[in-house]
């Protein structure tokens, strides 16, 4: 069983920055697919990134140009590195992960999430 712990959140004022982390055991993390999702107030949650096992980056829109994934296989952690940031960015974090063998957003392993609030 994968098990996923998130770090990095807190509160940061408009236009500034954030790094979370994740770090992974229980599985081999080069086989993983690794993806970062937020659930804002009174939403549904919604996926913000993902990254390929190669190393393939995908970005919501509404993040694109602000936000960058990454993933250190050696250290089995995933970055989400957070610029420019808005209070519609405020949210709780999670980093999850897909197990399966196509790697199609089948994510089977959530963190406990951390917290980012973002004020004007």
């Known amino acids: 069983e994968v098990k996923l712990v998130e770090s990095g959140g807190g509160s940061v004022q408009a236009g500034g920055s954030l790094t979370l982390s994740c770090a992974a055991s229980?599985?081999?993390?080069?086989?993983?697919?690794m993806g970062w999702f937020r659930q804002r107030p009174g939403k549904e949650r919604e996926e913000v990134a993902r990254?390929?096992?190669?190393?393939?980056?995908t970005y919501a829109d509404s993040v694109k140009g602000r936000f960058t994934i990454s993933r250190d296989n050696a250290k089995s952690t995933l970055n989400l590195q957070m610029s420019s940031l808005q209070p519609e960015d405020t949210a709780m974090y999670y980093c999850?992960?897909?197990?399966?063998?196509?790697?199609?957003?089948?994510?089977?392993?959530w963190g406990q999430g951390t917290r980012v609030t973002v004020s004007l």
């Open positions: 229980g599985y081999t993390y080069s086989r993983l697919c």
């Open positions: 999850a992960a897909d197990s399966t063998v196509f790697c199609r957003g089948s994510w089977d392993s």
């Open positions: 990254i390929d096992r190669d190393g393939s980056p």
